[in-house]
């Protein structure tokens, strides 16, 4: 299926959810996250879609003022077709539904986004960080993060400042 | 050793005791190998078929408690930096590291931007050789344990120091 | 005689074991000796691969990625430079995409051998681990000789390649290629019909097909539980689609379809079938420049991109968000060893401790990779 036939079919479904943005690209939808647990059902089970590989899971920082976003893309191994799915989160309370329970590997790609950004994946059996330690402050890929001094006694900036290097 | 030297056959060797420690340690050490990434790559192929290793004495150990060397080869982490301290310790004396590669030495590529990178692994454990490159080639990594070798038998170790 | 149920013990597989290919801890809880469930924990080498993407330009990124698949770093180039040159819209000479996919196909054969002889090491057999490093050192020698490096290239560029290739490149290549297919039976004689193998990888670690997808598993992986599946021929990228060659799938040739010894056996195929790219691509391989389609300046237009190549571990894929600027703004690497690591689990409940280290082994995991 080609990609405006799949907008028309989740558009008819779900008509509240989808949002119109001219800056994203072709392949692309941006949804509304409050009913995303819903519609990700629906495109995995619906005979037309049959998404059943969720191939990456991206998580963004779009700037000071702007949202973070979570960026999915599916892909459908019987059918053959893909599509990419952005949702948008508030900066000072970002969640939205898990999908672990229906692609399995979204389990880890939702911790590892969590790690990062600080999304909050509602609904996920086991939310906590994957790639930093556990003790580990903030959220290492926004864009204001700030390092931490020691971690554990070890220092964490660079150090030999008083040789040049910056 | 001065007034004892040329005067017995050739299969006799006089030297002081301290000589005699030093180069019985030095001709074999046993590394451990605690290869975390790209440089235990190198270090694999440093042991195997074509630049063997086992020809200079050094074989490999999977534990801590066996070993002589540890060749710290590949970026250490943060979330590393507690084990490879505990590894340390474990160790039995006399022992020596070497840090093998520009992450080990002083956190390699990564040293700008890396929040989870350790600069250096001098900063949790003493370092005897650093082997510098990215990653650095096997003959690179055998002058650097030669010259651990040759450092290990200068040491004098039943003389006491005077400080 | 009753069974006697006894507490579950937690044993820690830990950071640093000689054969959890890198630095993974796994905390195993088990039944005495059999497996009940296994907690991976990663992160101990997370090198801040996308943060330091936001800070330098395009073309720094390249050394990068080669640290992230150390083993196959011509692929991990390959994939990045595919999705700029998507995102750019730029199209290339034939010579850079005849030397890329030399480059690329003899590079997978490198990196199998890697991960089938450490596989061997694995179970216990150390003879195939010499002779495979043996033969892979000839393939570093013919990289050494286009470009001076060993392991980390920095090969692939934005729009060509970083040097063209030497004097006698072809004589030295086909060499290669004349000495080495032979070997391969000689590595089949040495582990593929060994009994003690067989033994040890038949009808373990059984991973079926519908779960392998909803894990998001991956390449040689998939293709061993009988699932044809290669980006190569779906999604064709650079010339693939020119050259002649087969996509092997596991076929259940001893135990169970899915099991260790068809992951194994479809990466011993797959080394035949690189062969017959290379010297397809040898023989045509025409004349020309390789700096002409390089642009100047990378400033790629503003938008984003996802594009996957196929890398010896599966679908290696990059997001790549630009901004208009020479920084990117986000580039994230889809990483297939992190996903066929989140199937451990679910592959070795019931099994006992030593065969949850063979199972391991035929994931052909890299942990550079995973932690990125």
């Known amino acids: ?166 | 050793m001065g007034v004892l030297e040329n005067k017995f056959n050739d299969n006799i060797v006089v030297g002081s005791l301290d000589k005699f420690l030093s180069w019985s340690r030095s001709t074999s050490p046993w590394f451990f190998q605690f290869g975390l990434a790209c440089c235990a790559i190198e270090m694999m192929a440093t042991a195997a078929a074509r630049h063997d290793l086992e020809r200079i004495g050094m074989m490999p150990r999977s534990s801590p408690r066996q070993a002589d060397v540890m060749i710290v080869a590949g970026t250490v982490t943060m979330k590393m930096a507690l084990r490879v301290k505990k590894l340390y310790e474990q160790m039995a004396n006399p022992k020596y590291v070497i840090s093998m590669g520009s992450c080990a030495t002083s956190g390699g590529p990564y040293w700008q931007h890396g929040y989870h990178v350790l600069k250096g692994v001098d900063l949790v454990v003493p370092v005897d050789v650093y082997v510098p490159g990215c990653p650095p080639r096997p003959e690179a990594l055998i002058e650097g344990l030669l010259k651990l070798q040759q450092l290990i038998s200068e040491e004098r170790p039943l003389t006491r120091k005077i400080t | 005689m009753g069974v006697v149920q006894g507490d579950q013990m937690i044993l820690n597989i830990g950071p640093q074991h000689p054969s959890t290919h890198g630095v993974l801890r796994l905390e195993v809880m088990t039944d005495g000796e059999i497996v009940s469930r296994i907690t991976p924990h990663l992160g101990y080498l997370h090198r801040c691969f996308e943060k330091h993407c936001e800070n330098v330009t395009y073309e720094q990124v390249i050394p990068f990625t080669d640290r992230c698949d150390y083993l196959a770093a011509m692929n991990s180039n390959f994939g990045y430079v595919v999705a700029m040159e998507e995102l750019m819209d730029i199209k290339l000479t034939e010579r850079v995409e005849y030397i890329r996919v030399i480059m690329a196909e003899l590079n997978r054969i490198a990196s199998h051998l890697l991960g089938v002889g450490a596989y061997g090491l694995d179970v216990g057999a150390f003879t195939p681990f010499v002779h495979m490093l043996r033969d892979r050192e000839r393939i570093l020698d013919i990289f050494e000789y286009t470009c001076g490096a060993r392991l980390l290239y920095n090969y692939m560029w934005v729009g060509g390649v970083s040097h063209d290739l030497p004097k006698d490149f072809e004589k030295i290549c086909f060499r290669f290629l004349d000495y080495f297919e032979p070997k391969i039976d000689e590595y089949n004689q040495l582990l593929t019909y060994n009994k003690i193998f067989i033994e040890r990888t038949a009808d373990v670690g059984v991973l079926p097909a519908d779960v392998a997808i909803s894990y998001g598993v991956t390449g040689t992986n998939l293709r061993g539980s009988g699932v044809k599946w290669d980006v190569r021929k779906e999604e064709p990228y650079s010339i693939y689609d020119r050259f002649d060659f087969n996509i092997p799938i596991g076929e259940a040739k001893f135990g169970t379809l899915g099991d260790c010894f068809d992951r194994y056996w479809v990466r011993i195929l797959e080394m035949k079938e690189s062969i017959k790219i290379v010297r397809q691509a040898l023989k045509d391989l025409p004349s020309g420049d390789i700096f002409e389609t390089m642009p100047k300046k990378i400033r790629p237009p503003k938008g984003s991109v996802y594009r996957r190549t196929e890398s010896p571990r599966g679908d290696l894929g990059y997001y790549i968000v630009s901004d208009g600027t020479a920084v990117p703004e986000r580039v994230k690497m889809r990483s297939p060893a992190f996903t066929a690591l989140s199937c451990l689990d679910e592959i070795s409940q019931g099994w006992m401790m030593s065969d949850v280290l063979c199972i391991l082994g035929s994931l052909d995991i890299v942990l550079g990779e995973i932690d990125r």
Not at chain 1, 2 to 19: A, G, M, N, T, Y
Not at chain 1, 50 to 56: R, S, Y
Not at chain 1, 74 to 98: Q, Y
């Open chain 1, 1 to 166: 299926m080609s990609f405006s036939e799949i907008k028309l079919l989740i558009q008819d479904r779900f008509p509240k959810s989808v949002i119109e943005n001219e800056n994203i690209s072709e392949g692309q939808i941006e949804i509304d996250g409050s009913l995303w647990k819903e519609i990700a059902t629906f495109l995995k089970n619906d005979p037309k879609l049959l998404f059943d590989q969720l191939e990456c899971l991206t998580g963004i920082d779009t700037g000071e003022e702007g949202p973070l976003q979570s960026r999915y893309n599916l892909h459908s191994m019987e059918l053959r077709h893909k599509i990419e799915i952005i949702i948008s989160h508030d900066r000072k309370d970002p969640k939205v539904e898990s999908i672990e329970q229906i692609w399995r590997i979204g389990d880890w790609f939702e911790r590892e986004t969590y790690d990062m950004f600080g999304i909050v994946y509602e609904g996920h059996r086991d939310l906590r960080r994957i790639l930093c330690p556990d003790d580990w402050e903030g959220w290492p890929l926004r864009k204001d993060y700030e390092l931490q001094e020691t971690y554990h006694g070890i220092m964490v900036p660079k150090i030999k400042e008083e040789e040049g290097w910056e």
